[in-house]
């Protein structure tokens, strides 16, 4: 495997493991460390997060990574799971990287 796709792939659990202990410390979401799947829906029958789970989750992606989030459009589809809002999180790095 070369470098720059280790660096991806790390890059991307790295992203993982923060959001997901977001969930479990700050939203408190009864999973243990390792243990949410990242393709489940995170409302309705996934994680059952609500509204203002949402918001705080949105708040706290926003701290823990120095970034902002796209207009609620995007965050409806780019948070629909972990995985997918992990997507959202590296192309907002990759957009804040290339802006001036």
């Known amino acids: 495997m070369d470098d720059d796709l280790r660096q991806s ?3 991307r659990m790295a992203i993982l493991a923060r959001l997901e ?3 479990i410390d700050d939203l408190e979401i009864p999973f243990e460390p ?5 393709d489940a829906p995170l409302f309705g029958t996934g994680l059952a997060l609500d509204s203002m789970d949402a ?3 949105v708040i706290r992606a926003e701290e823990a990574f120095s970034l902002r989030l796209p ?3 995007d965050l409806q589809v780019g948070m629909r799971t972990l995985n997918r809002l992990v ?3 590296l192309r ?3 957009n804040q990287e ?3």
């Open 9 to 11: 792939i790390d890059q």
């Open 21 to 23: 202990s977001i969930l």
């Open 34 to 38: 390792g243990t949410i799947d990242p």
């Open 55 to 57: 918001i705080e989750l």
């Open 71 to 73: 207009t609620p459009d």
């Open 87 to 89: 997507d959202l999180v």
């Open 92 to 94: 907002q790095q990759r």
């Open 98 to 100: 290339g802006s001036p």
